[in-house]
């Protein structure tokens, strides 16, 4: 399940981060169905800002819901540069303090209610 998400956001990697659309989707699904196997198969590590990004939201994702975590996650590397999702900088030091530690010890940097959903 997980690598058809990650395929999606490759090949819609551009500039206006159309990427964002199937991982929201993924995340809307996995807190929809709170289906542990959706994320049960590790990952093919390909894309390290992806896969770091998948990593990190399948570990906020186990713990919000009370799934115990896959092992699969402690075998994908850190984002090799930090990765901010912000298209500003000046938000930069705000993110870095409030990030979630999930995202964090991947080297990726969110805002607090990044997966948040209206």
């Not at 896959?70 to 090799?80: E, G, I, L, R």
């Not at 000046?90 to 303090?97: A, E, G, S, Y």
Request: charged share 20%; glycine share 0%; proline share 6%.
């Amino acid at each position: 399940m997980l690598h058809k998400v990650k395929q999606e956001m490759i090949k819609r990697n551009n500039a206006q981060r159309d990427w964002l659309i199937p991982f929201m989707n993924f995340v809307d699904m996995f807190r929809y169905y709170k289906d542990i196997s959706i994320v049960r198969e590790p990952l093919i590590l390909n894309h390290n800002r992806f896969d770091a990004l998948l990593a990190a939201t399948t570990c906020y994702l186990c713990h919000e819901i009370g799934f115990e975590i896959p092992n699969w996650v402690d075998d994908v590397p850190m984002s090799q540069q930090a990765w901010y999702l912000t298209p500003y900088d000046r938000l930069k030091p705000f993110i870095t303090i409030e990030c979630p530690i999930w995202f964090k010890v991947y080297n990726i940097f969110v805002c607090r209610n990044f997966l948040h959903r209206v």
